[in-house]
């Protein structure tokens, strides 16, 4: 198995060293190969986003170091991170964060247009992108024009176009009723599945991260535990269930230190 | 307890507010500066060609007011547009909306009261300034104008409160009907809808038609007269707004047609945004066009106004001093003078005839002006006899000009009679001799022809009795000269005043107008950074966007004050005498204002990368 990400020992402090200091995430490690689907879960303040905002580069690490796809992060300029961003990582955010003043067509070319690539190449890979993702009809629309489960769709087909090293999810069903982020999971599930897609999701919703091939629990900006599945994805969803319970219960009874 | 809370928020946001206060001290200036001027009536009176025609004064300070009305409610929409989330987070916690709205009317009184207080002091030190460069340049004192003047104070206060009052309340009655909930998400709503083209074709080719009939009309003025300057205001202006209507939204749709350009980098993400802008500021660019060419033409007016002096007085005097009985000093100084062409005349004058030399006229027969060609020529050599018909001695037309220029201080006194010498000779009266003198270039001396006046006064004295040169003057064409300079140096200073004031309000409202809406933009640019784009392919794209948008007025509003200086032509002869001097000076202007928008506008979007 190829690894795709590595987090050694990583930290991230906000504010000044000292006063008032909050450490949102704290020596973290943790590894994931290509082509797995990795929840991230954890109650509210757990850190779960920061550890995203790293992992896309987004946020510097305070500590610790971030591999991806072979490559170290840590050391990047803004510059270099931006063109990591643009070659190696897919978006995929709760707003959308479509493109109000772009067509669908446009905004899922947009990671295609930034490497300067060819107008056929673009209108290809669009058109196949968004047959699989099945928005194919929607190109010429504009994202006002569209629901939220389609936008999320465009944000899927602009997120996978340029075939990125990892393709990150932040509360991809947040803002989807639950039939639409049915589809949209499962759609997730099936390009994981079929095309091999590494996809790592920070998630709050079970149903969401029982499509996940492994679950990571953040407690406190620690690593809690982590969960594979067992048997049918109903059973996993119980597991979580069970974990997000006990790790509920232990905050509740004092647990943070 | 909302106050305090309110200040907290001004001080979170006091970069923002200090472009605002800023652009309001500005304006405040310049509606002072032009008040001083159009209500100064003795000022006017005395220094402009057009103080007949003092309406001209009462549209500028309507025009004036209603841009500043304008500029005034762009600038509180973008104060609101910073302070929407906030004011919905008051609203959640129970602060009613009468309440907020009271505190945002508050909020933008005193920032009113602020900026008058600094912008009449700057107003006041902006007078004293152009009105020095303007004296020392122009070399005419304007003893009328004061820089301070109390009805100017008085009015420039009462119109921007009341103007802030009706802005406010327009803007705190719109946040009154906003839902609490669209307030707090204000920053994540796309307002943005896009329309599809109706009747695009039928506004272009009206639009075409209109402007074409509005330049034929300015190019053909002289033609057309009264009809023109009826239809070319109309029609141009009708053709500017539909064109602006029509034709933008197709040009840019133009372009997002080619593929190769648009899917290239963020191509798109701008050409998307130009889109959406050039649709919602149609009106205003079609308006900001209109006034660049009324303020861009009324500095180059003024230029050419300044400029007919010389050339008109170039055309009606073809020699640039006629020395009376020239003293040894006259003659001095005329010898430093680089001179073309000079002749001497004699002129005897007893009680009824002014007596001219025919041997002498026929010898050296000045230039004059032939009225029927318009060229200058030397008049033919006078005939043997010349008739006598009702005590008027029949000669050439041309010969009637000649006599006018060899002396223009008497010619108009009495009959001329010319005669032969032997006759002249035997003619009792005073002799005068005259010394006519012609330069290249009357302009380059003027301090030398103002000296030589001063000597013929004394002249004057003698040969007049009671000639008094403190309130007496002697046709000259200096002295002739300094009168039409010195109304053309009003009209001078009244359009490049005007002009610059229309240019900054203009420019400034362009730059509010596109800021307002750059908190709406915030959320884009920063997907597009969470996306990869590189920063300073952000920045490009917000400095393509910016261009585009200020260029379209500003190609066409120079395009018409092209072609509509032709509309001078009626009283000027050389309408665009160092027209590229206004144009330089709308372009420092407006380019001063796009790099200032560009910087603003990113300082807006992408400070917190």
């Given at each position: 198995?190829?690894?795709?990400?590595?987090?050694?020992?990583?930290?991230?402090?906000?504010?000044?060293?000292?006063?008032?200091?909050?450490?949102?995430?704290?020596?973290?490690?943790?590894?994931?190969?290509?082509?797995?689907?990795?929840?991230?879960?954890?109650?509210?303040?757990?850190?779960?986003?920061?550890?995203?905002?790293?992992?896309?580069?987004?946020?510097?690490?305070?500590?610790?170091?971030?591999?991806?796809?072979?490559v170290?992060?840590?050391?990047?300029?803004?510059?270099?991170?931006?063109?990591?961003?643009?070659?190696?990582?897919?978006?995929?955010?709760?707003?959308?964060?479509?493109?109000?003043?772009?067509?669908?067509?446009?905004?899922?070319?947009?990671?295609?247009?930034?490497?300067?690539?060819?107008?056929?190449?673009?209108?290809?890979?669009?058109?196949?992108?968004?047959?699989?993702?099945?928005?194919g009809?929607?190109?010429?629309?504009?994202?006002?024009?569209?629901?939220?489960?389609?936008?999320?769709?465009?944000?899927?087909?602009?997120?996978?176009?340029?075939?990125?090293?990892?393709?990150?999810?932040?509360?991809?069903?947040?803002?989807?009723?639950?039939?639409?982020?049915?589809?949209?999971?499962?759609?997730?599930?099936?390009l994981?599945?079929?095309?091999?897609?590494?996809?790592?999701?920070?998630?709050?919703?079970?149903?969401?991260?029982?499509?996940?091939?492994?679950?990571?629990?953040?407690?406190?900006?620690?690593?809690?535990?982590?969960l594979?599945?067992?048997?049918?994805?109903?059973?996993?969803?119980?597991?979580?269930?069970?974990?997000?319970?006990?790790?509920?219960?232990?905050?509740?009874?004092?647990?943070?230190? | 307890?909302?106050?305090?809370?309110?200040?907290?928020?001004?001080?979170?946001?006091?970069?923002?507010?200090?472009?605002?206060?800023?652009?309001?001290?500005?304006?405040?200036?310049?509606?002072?500066?032009?008040?001083?001027?159009?209500?100064?009536?003795?000022?006017?009176?005395?220094?402009?060609v057009?103080?007949?025609?003092?309406?001209?004064?009462?549209?500028?300070?309507?025009?004036?007011?209603?841009?500043t009305?304008?500029?005034?409610?762009?600038?509180?929409?973008?104060?609101?547009?910073?302070?929407?989330?906030?004011?919905?987070?008051?609203?959640?916690?129970?602060?009613?909306?009468?309440?907020?709205?009271?505190?945002?009317?508050?909020?933008?009184?005193?920032?009113?009261?602020?900026?008058?207080?600094?912008?009449?002091?700057?107003?006041?030190?902006?007078?004293?300034?152009?009105?020095?460069?303007?004296?020392?340049?122009?070399?005419?004192?304007?003893?009328?104008?004061?820089?301070?003047?109390?009805?100017?104070?008085?009015?420039?206060?009462?119109?921007f409160?009341?103007?802030?009052f009706?802005?406010?309340?327009?803007?705190?009655?719109?946040?009154?009907?906003?839902?609490?909930?669209?307030l707090?998400?204000?920053?994540?709503?796309?307002?943005?809808?896009?329309?599809?083209?109706?009747?695009?074709?039928?506004?272009?080719?009206?639009?075409?038609?209109?402007?074409?009939?509005?330049?034929?009309?300015?190019y053909?003025?002289?033609q057309?007269?009264?009809?023109?300057?009826?239809?070319?205001?109309?029609?141009?202006?009708?053709?500017?707004?539909?064109?602006?209507?029509?034709?933008?939204?197709?040009?840019?749709?133009?372009?997002?047609?080619?593929?190769?350009?648009?899917?290239?980098?963020?191509?798109?993400?701008?050409?998307?945004?130009?889109?959406?802008?050039?649709?919602?500021?149609?009106?205003?660019?079609?308006?900001?066009?209109?006034?660049?060419?009324?303020?861009?033409?009324?500095?180059?007016?003024?230029?050419?106004?300044?400029?007919?002096?010389?050339?008109?007085?170039?055309?009606?005097?073809?020699?640039?001093?006629?020395?009376?009985?020239?003293?040894?000093a006259?003659?001095?100084?005329?010898?430093?003078?680089?001179?073309?062409?000079?002749?001497?005349?004699?002129?005897?004058q007893?009680?009824?005839?002014?007596?001219?030399?025919?041997?002498?006229?026929?010898?050296?027969?000045?230039?004059?002006?032939?009225?029927e060609t318009?060229?200058?020529?030397?008049?033919?050599?006078?005939?043997?006899?010349?008739?006598?018909?009702?005590?008027?001695?029949?000669?050439?037309?041309?010969?009637v000009?000649?006599?006018?220029?060899?002396?223009?201080?008497?010619?108009?006194?009495?009959?001329?009679?010319?005669?032969?010498?032997?006759?002249?000779?035997?003619?009792?009266?005073?002799?005068?001799?005259?010394?006519?003198?012609?330069?290249?270039?009357?302009?380059?001396?003027?301090?030398?022809?103002?000296?030589?006046?001063?000597?013929?006064?004394?002249?004057?004295?003698?040969?007049?009795?009671?000639?008094?040169?403190?309130?007496?003057?002697?046709?000259s064409?200096?002295?002739?000269?300094?009168?039409?300079?010195?109304?053309?140096?009003?009209?001078?200073?009244?359009?490049?005043?005007?002009?610059?004031?229309?240019?900054?309000?203009?420019?400034?409202?362009?730059m509010?107008?596109?800021?307002?809406?750059?908190?709406?933009?915030?959320?884009?640019?920063?997907?597009?950074?969470?996306?990869?784009?590189?920063?300073?392919l952000l920045?490009?794209s917000?400095?393509?966007?910016?261009?585009?948008?200020?260029?379209?007025?500003?190609?066409?509003?120079?395009?018409?004050?092209?072609?509509?200086?032709?509309?001078?032509?009626?009283?000027?002869?050389?309408?665009?005498?160092?027209?590229?001097?206004?144009?330089?000076?709308?372009?420092?202007?407006?380019?001063?204002?796009y790099?200032?928008?560009?910087?603003?506008?990113?300082?807006?979007?992408?400070?917190?990368?």
């Amino acid at each position: 198995m190829k690894p795709i990400l590595h987090a050694k020992n990583i930290s991230k402090t906000y504010g000044k060293k000292g006063t008032a200091a909050y450490t949102a995430v704290r020596d973290l490690s943790f590894s994931m190969n290509e082509g797995e689907f990795i929840g991230i879960m954890g109650p509210s303040g757990s850190g779960k986003t920061t550890l995203l905002n790293m992992v896309a580069t987004l946020d510097p690490v305070t500590e610790g170091d971030i591999t991806i796809d072979g490559v170290s992060v840590s050391a990047m300029t803004e510059d270099q991170l931006s063109d990591f961003r643009a070659e190696r990582l897919g978006f995929i955010f709760q707003d959308f964060n479509l493109l109000e003043s772009m067509t669908v067509f446009e905004n899922i070319a947009l990671p295609l247009s930034l490497r300067n690539a060819e107008v056929e190449e673009i209108q290809d890979r669009v058109l196949q992108v968004s047959g699989i993702i099945g928005i194919g009809e929607l190109l010429e629309n504009y994202p006002a024009e569209l629901s939220g489960g389609q936008k999320q769709r465009a944000a899927i087909a602009r997120a996978l176009i340029h075939e990125p090293a990892l393709l990150l999810a932040d509360e991809p069903t947040g803002a989807l009723d639950s039939r639409n982020a049915e589809t949209l999971l499962d759609t997730l599930a099936e390009l994981n599945a079929v095309r091999n897609v590494s996809i790592l999701m920070v998630t709050h919703d079970p149903r969401s991260a029982s499509y996940c091939s492994r679950v990571l629990f953040i407690k406190d900006g620690k690593l809690d535990r982590e969960l594979v599945p067992s048997g049918t994805r109903e059973a996993f969803h119980q597991e979580i269930l069970t974990v997000l319970g006990d790790l509920d219960r232990r905050s509740g009874a004092g647990g943070r230190a | 307890m909302i106050l305090k809370l309110a200040l907290t928020g001004m001080r979170k946001k006091r970069r923002d507010y200090l472009i605002l206060f800023t652009g309001l001290i500005i304006s405040v200036a310049v509606f002072y500066m032009f008040l001083t001027m159009s209500l100064n009536k003795d000022f006017i009176a005395r220094n402009s060609v057009i103080n007949h025609i003092q309406p001209v004064f009462l549209v500028g300070t309507v025009l004036l007011s209603v841009t500043t009305f304008f500029y005034l409610f762009y600038t509180n929409s973008f104060l609101l547009s910073l302070r929407k989330k906030e004011f919905g987070l008051y609203g959640l916690i129970g602060v009613k909306k009468q309440q907020i709205g009271r505190v945002f009317r508050l909020e933008t009184l005193v920032i009113t009261i602020g900026a008058l207080v600094i912008g009449l002091a700057l107003g006041v030190l902006l007078s004293r300034v152009v009105s020095w460069l303007l004296m020392s340049g122009l070399d005419v004192g304007f003893a009328e104008f004061k820089v301070i003047y109390v009805p100017a104070v008085m009015w420039t206060a009462v119109y921007f409160l009341i103007a802030s009052f009706i802005t406010s309340s327009v803007h705190s009655a719109r946040l009154a009907k906003t839902p609490i909930i669209e307030l707090l998400r204000s920053d994540v709503q796309s307002e943005r809808v896009v329309k599809k083209p109706t009747l695009t074709a039928l506004q272009t080719m009206l639009g075409v038609l209109f402007l074409g009939i509005g330049y034929l009309s300015l190019y053909f003025m002289e033609q057309l007269r009264f009809i023109g300057l009826f239809t070319a205001p109309v029609t141009t202006t009708a053709g500017t707004y539909l064109l602006f209507a029509a034709l933008l939204p197709v040009i840019v749709r133009k372009w997002k047609r080619n593929k190769k350009a648009n899917l290239r980098g963020i191509n798109a993400f701008t050409s998307g945004q130009l889109n959406f802008r050039l649709s919602s500021l149609k009106w205003v660019l079609a308006t900001i066009a209109m006034l660049i060419a009324l303020s861009a033409g009324a500095i180059a007016g003024g230029f050419a106004f300044k400029n007919d002096a010389f050339l008109s007085i170039d055309r009606s005097w073809q020699y640039d001093a006629a020395l009376y009985n020239p003293g040894s000093a006259e003659i001095a100084l005329l010898a430093t003078i680089p001179l073309q062409e000079q002749n001497s005349f004699h002129v005897k004058q007893d009680d009824t005839y002014l007596y001219y030399v025919r041997e002498e006229l026929n010898a050296a027969p000045p230039l004059v002006t032939d009225w029927e060609t318009y060229r200058v020529v030397r008049p033919e050599p006078l005939p043997e006899n010349m008739k006598i018909e009702d005590d008027y001695q029949i000669i050439p037309d041309n010969w009637v000009a000649a006599l006018e220029t060899i002396n223009p201080a008497l010619a108009g006194t009495k009959s001329f009679r010319i005669v032969p010498l032997e006759q002249y000779e035997r003619i009792t009266g005073e002799e005068v001799s005259i010394l006519l003198a012609r330069t290249a270039d009357f302009s380059a001396y003027l301090q030398k022809w103002q000296a030589l006046e001063e000597l013929q006064n004394d002249v004057y004295s003698t040969m007049m009795p009671g000639f008094d040169p403190k309130t007496d003057a002697v046709t000259s064409k200096y002295s002739q000269f300094k009168s039409q300079y010195a109304l053309a140096s009003g009209t001078f200073f009244m359009g490049f005043f005007l002009g610059l004031a229309f240019l900054t309000m203009m420019a400034s409202i362009l730059m509010f107008k596109i800021l307002s809406g750059a908190a709406n933009d915030i959320r884009r640019y920063d997907s597009l950074r969470k996306l990869g784009v590189r920063r300073k392919l952000l920045e490009n794209s917000i400095s393509r966007e910016i261009l585009i948008v200020f260029l379209f007025p500003g190609v066409l509003g120079l395009m018409h004050v092209l072609v509509g200086m032709r509309l001078f032509s009626f009283i000027l002869q050389e309408p665009y005498y160092r027209l590229w001097v206004s144009i330089l000076i709308f372009l420092a202007i407006y380019g001063g204002y796009y790099f200032f928008t560009v910087h603003l506008y990113r300082k807006i979007v992408l400070s917190h990368q």
